[in-house]
T-cell receptor, first 112, second 113 residues
Framework: QQPVQSPQAVILREGEDAVINCSSSKALYSVHWYRQKHGEAPVFLMILLKGGEQKGHEKISASFNEKKQQSSLYLTASQLSYSGTYFCGTDNSGGSNYKLTFGKGTLLTVNP | DAGITQSPRHKVTETGTPVTLRCHQTENHRYMYWYRQDPGHGLRLIHYSYGVKDTDKGEVSDGYSVSRSKTEDFLLTLESATSSQTSVYFC????????????FGPGTRLTVT
C-alpha cells in the first residue's frame, strides 16, 4: 500500500520554509526521499533509517518517527532550484532496504 | 551520476504488439528495478531483480515480464501491449554501500495506440 504524502502541492516564495509529510499504514524500517524535476528522472535526496541514522542532503533535513510511522521533509530558506515533485519511498519489508513503495508525490513550486 | 541507460527513450507502438525495454548499468549494482510513472499515481514498482536470473513481482506486474541474464542488463517485456500500458517507464539500480539508495535511468516514454 502506497504511503500517503501531504500536502499534494505547495507554492512558496523564495526564502520561505516548507514541510512535506509521509505516512505509512505499515511499520517503517526506512524512508527514502527523492526529488524529480519536470521531464527528468527522480534523484535521491536522503534516507532515514530505523534507529535514527540519517544520510543525505546538506541543506534539506528530515525526521523519522517510527512509532507514528511517519517521516517529514523540511526545506528551509527555499531556493528556486528546490522546485519539483518530492516523493517518499518506504521500506515496509523488515529492513531489507532494497524494495520501496513510493507515495504519489508532493509538487513544490518556488517563485521569486 | 550513476551509469545507467535506457533504450529506447521514446517508442510508439500499436495495441497487441510485443515491446521490450532495456536497462543497462555500468555500476555492477546488485538490485535493478522497473517502475512506471503515471499522473496521479507516482512511481509504481513493476518488477525487480536481486541478482542474475533472480526476479520478483512488484505491485503492478500484470501484463509485464522481465529477464536478467547478466548483471548489467534488465529487460522489461510487454507481451501484448495495451493502451493502459502507455506510461513513462523508469529503471533504477541500487546496492552500493549499506543504505540502498536508488539511482534512476532517464526513462522511456511509451505510447500504445
Amino acid at each position: 500500500q502506497q504511503p500517503v504524502q501531504s500536502p499534494q502541492a505547495v507554492i512558496l516564495r523564495e526564502g520561505e520554509d516548507a514541510v512535506i509529510n509521509c505516512s505509512s499504514s505499515k511499520a517503517l524500517y526506512s524512508v527514502h526521499w527523492y526529488r524529480q524535476k519536470h521531464g527528468e528522472a527522480p534523484v535521491f535526496l536522503m534516507i532515514l533509517l530505523k534507529g535514527g541514522e540519517q544520510k543525505g542532503h546538506e541543506k534539506i533535513s528530515a525526521s523519522f518517527n517510527e512509532k507514528k510511522q511517519q517521516s517529514s521533509l523540511y526545506l528551509t530558506a527555499s531556493q528556486l532550484s528546490y522546485s519539483g515533485t518530492y516523493f517518499c519511498g518506504t521500506d515496509n519489508s523488515g529492513g531489507s532496504n532494497y524494495k520501496l513503495t513510493f507515495g504519489k508525490g508532493t509538487l513544490l513550486t518556488v517563485n521569486p | 551520476d550513476a551509469g545507467i541507460t535506457q533504450s529506447p527513450r521514446h517508442k510508439v507502438t500499436e495495441t497487441g504488439t510485443p515491446v521490450t525495454l532495456r536497462c543497462h548499468q555500468t555500476e555492477n549494482h546488485r538490485y535493478m528495478y522497473w517502475y512506471r510513472q503515471d499522473p496521479g499515481h507516482g512511481l509504481r514498482l513493476i518488477h525487480y531483480s536481486y541478482g542474475v536470473k533472480d526476479t520478483d513481482k512488484g505491485e503492478v506486474s500484470d501484463g509485464y515480464s522481465v529477464s536478467r541474464s547478466k548483471t548489467e542488463d534488465f529487460l522489461l517485456t510487454l507481451e501484448s501491449a495495451t493502451s493502459s500500458q502507455t506510461s513513462v517507464y523508469f529503471c533504477a539500480i541500487s546496492g552500493q554501500g549499506s543504505s540502498y539508495e536508488q539511482y534512476f535511468g532517464p526513462g522511456t516514454r511509451l505510447t500504445v495506440t
